[in-house]
């Protein structure tokens, strides 16, 4: 270990002594739809919320680092393959719908530190001047919000494609079938999606370390753009409204078709008791 340095208060991060740069794998998934953060006591813990975390098992003297957040995302520095399956094994009774490996989002960015250059992204390589504690928190918290949007992305996507299906059969045919419980379903769905994105998420907010470090704001506000978070999260949203107000206007159609039903057959029981009564009254009068 001759010649390494740790930069910043985390564990994960080497520096050469030299000024070269070492890269730093990190890695973003999205493991359930939560994670309840308040019941992980027995963890290695080094921050509070969001809960940044000691994997170890990197390399000898170096610790790898996760960082937890409370709506299911993971964000993994400087991690080997094994510690990150043994954190999660760790966590897993303590996270929410968790999901299938196949169905996990995961992004992977490389940072490298570089002390006499400068700071921005290349590629799939973010560089940096110097790797502290606060810059990864705040990549962190971008990457999570990343993941958290692209597996949302792709649920809306596929909400898309079962809508239009009942669209077409309600203008062709003119009735829905048992589309009106498929259409809660989707209103359903996309509300459930909102409030992750909004409330879970909360993908346009800030994160609050920038309150004690305004300075970072400048470097949080970058990352924001190159991630595309805002026009994402934007498209989303939009998206969502589009599906609710969809659904809720085709909802709206099945239940004006059942109520005219029902007063047809209003009508006719009044037009039936007219006609029993006209023949009452016929055989009355002969």
Not at 67 to 95: K, N
Not at 110 to 121: D, M, Y
Not at 160 to 166: A, D, G, T
Not at 231 to 260: C, M, P, V, W, Y
């Amino acid at each position: 270990m001759s010649g390494l340095e740790s930069a910043g208060s985390l564990p994960g991060t080497v520096v050469r002594s030299g000024g070269e740069g070492v890269g730093i794998r990190a890695q973003a998934m999205l493991i359930g739809s939560g994670i309840d953060l308040a019941r992980l006591g027995a963890i290695e813990r080094i921050g509070g919320a969001p809960l940044v975390v000691d994997i170890g098992g990197v390399s000898p003297g170096v610790s790898g680092t996760a960082v937890l957040f409370r709506y299911g995302a993971c964000v993994f520095f400087a991690a080997t393959p094994s510690a990150i399956d043994g954190l999660l094994l760790r966590i897993a009774p303590h996270v929410r719908q968790s999901l299938a490996l196949a169905d996990r989002e995961t992004e992977v960015l490389e940072i490298r530190v570089e002390p006499l250059g400068r700071e921005a992204i290349e590629g799939n390589v973010l560089l940096l001047a110097e790797a502290t504690a606060e810059k990864r928190l705040l990549v962190a918290d971008i990457m999570a919000k990343s993941v958290s949007l692209a597996y949302h992305e792709k649920n809306i996507e596929r909400q898309f494609e079962r809508i239009e299906p009942f669209a077409v059969n309600l203008d062709h045919w003119g009735r829905g079938g048992r589309a009106a419980r498929e259409l809660l379903q989707h209103l359903g769905g996309a509300l459930l999606a909102e409030h992750r994105v909004v409330a879970g998420a909360r993908v346009d907010d800030a994160p609050e370390l920038l309150w004690d470090h305004p300075e970072l704001e400048r470097f949080w506000a970058r990352l924001r753009d190159e991630f595309e978070i805002r026009e994402r999260f934007a498209a989303l949203h939009g998206k969502l409204n589009l599906i609710s107000r969809t659904a809720e206007a085709a909802l709206d159609l099945l239940q004006n078709r059942r109520a005219l039903r029902v007063e047809y057959a209003i009508v006719g029981l009044i037009v039936f008791e007219i006609l029993l009564a006209l023949v009452q009254w016929r055989l009355s009068a002969g």
